[in-house]
Structure formats: C-alpha cells, structure tokens
C-alpha cells in the first residue's frame, strides 16, 4: 500500500537550480531514511543523498556544497534542493524510502518512479 513518488524534474541550463520532492503515502508507521538516487542511461545507479529521521545527512562528494537535502514540516515528505547544476548531474532522480508499515515488523525499502533531470544549453 505504500507509494513513493517524486516531482520537480525538468530542463535547465548548466548554473541553473531545480527542487525536487518526494512523498511517500500510505499505511506508514515510521521511517529510517530518505534519500535520493540517480541513474544516467548506462550507468550504474548512485547514490545521492540521504536523510535519517532525526535530521542526519550524507552526501555524495559531486554534490556537496550544491545540492541540500530536507525533510517537510511531515516526515512523508523530502526535498533535493539542486543549485549550480552540471551537464554531468543529468540523470533520472529516483526518491528512495527506508521505512516500516502499521503491519510489518521490519524496515522496507520502496522505490519511486523517478523524474527526469536535464542540465543542457
């Protein structure tokens, strides 16, 4: 029942800013982390950042000091801020949730469906 799932994606020109956000919905009984993912076509699939649910955060080293991590005013919810943005940052940006349910027991991972990020002239 539960469903991730991100905005925000779109085409910008290199120097340029975007805000992602996700959300995550359902029978949703606490969370370990959020994080962003991205995938370029052929590609392994990296890791972005992450936020824990006490306000912790970890960024990748291509990222740090551009792109902010954050949680909304409801835990359901997490941003990517992305500033200065790079040929290099285009890629499909999947939202990544760590969290358990009112009818499990153990921490789950779910997927979104990802958004577009192009960073082109």
């Known amino acids: 029942q539960v469903q991730v799932e991100e905005s925000g994606g779109g085409l910008v020109q290199p120097g340029g800013s975007l805000r992602l956000s996700c959300a995550a919905s359902g029978s949703i009984l606490s969370f370990l982390t959020m994080g962003w993912y991205r995938q370029a076509p052929g590609k392994e699939r990296e890791l972005v950042a992450i936020i824990t649910g006490g306000g912790s955060t970890t960024y990748t080293d291509s990222v740090k000091g551009r792109f902010t991590i954050s949680r909304g005013n409801t835990k359901n919810t997490v941003y990517l801020q992305m500033n200065s943005l790079k040929p290099e940052d285009t890629a499909v940006y999947y939202c990544?949730?760590?969290?358990?349910?009112?009818?499990?027991?153990?921490?789950?991972?779910?997927w979104g469906q990802g958004t577009q990020v192009t960073v082109s002239s």
């Open positions: 990544n949730s760590q969290l358990s349910t009112t009818v499990t027991r153990s921490w789950n991972t779910y």
